[in-house]
């Protein structure tokens, strides 16, 4: 089992910034993807961004250019910066992890580990 902790989510005023951070074993360091989904009342839950084994990342088109998926490997650490934010950027989000990704190339198993969300709301 891989327990992850959120931390970062708060209210802020649209065009602000918010850093989430998703703590992690240290057995996790390699060979796992990453990535951040979201959830706002009423609508099915988002895949934001996600970063495979080798650290290559990929976004959902609304956050392009506005977050950035990161890892401290030292720290065991994920993040996600989420810079010049719009109130439909308001949700529930979590963060998750696939893995052992050995084996999957470039590509990432099913993300079966979840932390337990962390709320960002954006008003404007």
């Known amino acids: 089992q891989v327990q992850l902790v959120e931390s970062g989510g708060g209210s802020v005023q649209a065009g602000g910034s918010l850093r989430l951070s998703c703590s992690a074993p240290?057995?996790?360091?390699?060979?796992?993807?990453w990535g951040w989904f979201r959830q706002a009342p009423g609508k099915e839950r988002e895949e934001v961004a996600r970063m495979n084994r080798y650290g290559s990342s990929n976004y959902t088109d609304s956050v392009k250019g506005r977050f950035a998926i990161s890892k401290d490997n030292a720290k065991n650490t994920l993040y996600l910066r989420m810079n010049s934010l719009k109130p439909e950027d308001t949700a529930m989000y979590y963060c998750?992890?696939?893995?052992?990704?050995?084996?999957w190339g470039w590509g990432c198993p099913d993300f079966a580990y979840w932390g337990q969300g962390t709320q960002v709301t954006v008003f404007s």
């Open positions: 998750a992890a696939a893995g052992p990704a050995a084996g």
């Open positions: 240290e057995y996790t360091k390699r060979d796992y993807c």
